[in-house]
């Protein structure tokens, strides 16, 4: 009984990222007329790693991720720009951060925090270097000065895109702080 309760919350949680990476992931959506969020799939692949650590659940979400990208060009007229054939690279970068999250024992504030820290912005960063170095290769930049300008272009666009996962990873990881906290003081209050 208590393996299938878990495959039902394993499914639950991937169907909450799932809606989290449609609601964030790059276009115009129900969600952007009232806020912009940043992309929900590196923190749902730290999660996967970190958490549920079956192939099939990295597999929802890799997949989840080209789809979307997918409808978004394809339906919702969104720029086809950034799909060069650097995007094939894309879904092994994000299979990378879920096995490099299996060193990240919890996503909590623990005692492992600064360690658990560090390790999530060395791949966050990695991740970020490889996918756009590669997106750079392809780019009329590339063809027209080679490497010369990538400095400048890192230099330019990590201080914005970075960021924005490290944000997410901040507030998953106080929320899953909070959370088993939350139901403690709920379950005193409730057998008193």
């Not at 169907?15 to 806020?35: D, V």
Request: a positive charge; aromatic letters at 18%.
């Amino acid at each position: 009984m208590t393996k299938q309760i878990s495959k039902i919350m394993t499914i639950f949680s991937v169907f909450i990222m799932l809606l989290l990476m449609i609601a964030t992931r790059g276009s115009e959506n129900w969600l952007s007329s009232f806020i912009h969020l940043p992309d929900f799939t590196i923190p749902a692949l730290f999660i996967a790693g970190v958490y549920f650590r079956h192939f099939w659940v990295v597999f929802v979400i890799i997949v989840g991720a080209v789809l979307i990208d997918n409808y978004a060009i394809v339906y919702q007229g969104v720029s086809a720009h950034c799909i060069t054939p650097a995007y094939s690279l894309l879904p092994l970068t994000y299979y990378g951060v879920f096995w490099a999250s299996k060193n990240i024992n919890a996503l909590v504030i623990n005692n492992d925090i600064i360690k658990n820290s560090l390790v999530i912005f060395a791949i966050a960063t990695t991740q970020w270097i490889i996918a756009t170095s590669s997106y750079y290769f392809f780019t009329d930049t590339y063809a027209k000065d080679g490497w010369s300008n990538f400095p400048a272009y890192i230099a330019k666009w990590s201080v914005v895109e970075i960021p924005y996962t490290l944000y997410w990873m901040l507030a998953v990881i106080v929320v899953f702080t909070l959370i088993p906290r939350v139901n403690l003081s709920l379950n005193k209050h409730t057998t008193i």
